[in-house]
């Protein structure tokens, strides 16, 4: 499939003028068919890929291939509502150590009522994990099986953030220093706390915590020079995307652009002293669930343009940016309905995981000259 897109340079915060339109041509292929809830992508090379299903397995496309064999040794997950196997991510020293990083709800096994996000580490040995073993979970155990946010990135430093949502019923928590709901967390990549965290030495407070003030944030990438954007759900409207700064509270449930489901006030404040603002939001929700910085070499007109998949009603939004700044917004890929994932590939393409019990993934490239 060959499609021609225009990009409409705009000014302002939300909506502005056109100045400058561009068009560009690329192509869209089915790669994978029949995938259970595709959640999350990872290129161990341009031709092997992992992908996690959240019925729990993780898969291997080889050479375009779907292996009929998931890859052995993956812990068991609590498969129910919003939850189940959701990130997986390699070390950036992957070639060396061979470790993957898997996240996942978990039920407990003293209280089969209470669940987690559990972060597990593994080294992936043919198709197969070994050496399993679980670096965090999140604390106090939830009822729900909703908002883990479960996203994972690392810093230059070594040292990975995850993403932990509020639990959908715990949104209040959001603003406690004692739990992990509505948190971005900073651990070393063995699970221990580093020595620079912004809370360790407050006492009451949980040391690996990082920001806090979240609802739901499922979207986390790192750019060259070091700034974490970050973007999370809102409740009926309000997502929000935003650059996070160590030790900062992003506001819910204080502040929110959103609504409740019912249409009820969350909070009658969209800003407070000490609470920081968005770069961007949507009203309405679009339900933004990953993202990435574009950086390749394929396409050259969007290198630096934020890439935010979205689930309602289903389509990718291309933020141009200036000096950390959205620019202009584009809707793309509006064709293939709710997308989970999205994923730069190493050879530049974009890679969009389809969601659904007959999930798909799609390569997005330039036309063939």
């Not at 972060?119 to 999140?138: E, H, P």
């Not at 944030?217 to 809102?234: M, N, S």
């Not at 929700?285 to 007109?301: E, H, N, R, W």
Request: proline share 6%; with cysteine; glycine share 10%.
């Amino acid at each position: 499939m060959i499609k021609s897109i225009s990009y409409w340079l705009c000014c302002g915060f939300m909506i502005g003028a056109v100045v400058a339109a561009e068009t560009s041509d690329y192509q869209t292929k089915v790669v994978v068919k029949g995938l259970d809830n595709p959640w999350s992508i990872a290129f161990i090379s341009n031709n092997d890929w992992l992908v996690t299903e959240r019925s729990g397995a993780l898969r291997r496309i080889i050479n375009g291939q779907l292996d009929v064999n998931p890859v052995a040794g993956v812990p068991d997950v609590l498969y129910a509502g919003q939850g189940g196997l959701s990130e997986i991510f390699l070390h950036p020293k992957f070639d060396v150590n061979r470790f993957v990083y898997l996240s996942f709800s978990a039920a407990d096994t003293t209280d089969r009522k209470g669940n987690a996000l559990v972060i597990v580490r593994g080294r992936l040995q043919g198709n197969k994990l070994s050496d399993v073993t679980t670096i965090f979970k999140s604390d106090p155990l939830r009822k729900t099986a909703a908002h883990y946010g479960a996203r994972i990135q690392f810093l230059a430093d070594g040292t990975m953030l995850i993403t932990s949502g509020d639990g959908f019923n715990y949104r209040e928590q959001a603003q406690s220093l004692d739990n992990h709901f509505g948190k971005l967390l900073r651990l070393n990549d063995d699970g221990s706390i580093p020595s620079d965290n912004p809370f360790l030495s407050t006492p009451g407070v949980l040391p690996e915590i990082w920001s806090y003030g979240h609802r739901n944030p499922q979207g986390l990438i790192i750019a060259k020079d070091g700034t974490v954007f970050e973007h999370e759900h809102g409740p009926k409207g309000g997502d929000e995307l935003n650059i996070i700064q160590p030790g900062k509270n992003y506001g819910w449930p204080a502040i929110t652009y959103g609504v409740d489901y019912s249409g009820a006030t969350i909070s009658p404040f969209t800003d407070k002293p000490g609470m920081e603002q968005p770069i961007k939001y949507w009203v309405p929700s679009i339900a933004p669930s990953d993202m990435v910085l574009y950086q390749g070499a394929m396409f050259p007109q969007w290198v630096g343009s934020l890439f935010v998949s979205a689930l309602v009603p289903g389509d990718v939004r291309r933020l141009a940016m200036s000096e950390n700044k959205v620019i202009s917004e584009d809707i793309m890929f509006s064709e293939f309905g709710r997308i989970r994932s999205i994923a730069e590939a190493p050879d530049g393409s974009l890679i969009l995981a389809v969601d659904g019990n007959e999930g798909s993934l799609i390569r997005v490239s330039a036309d063939s000259p």
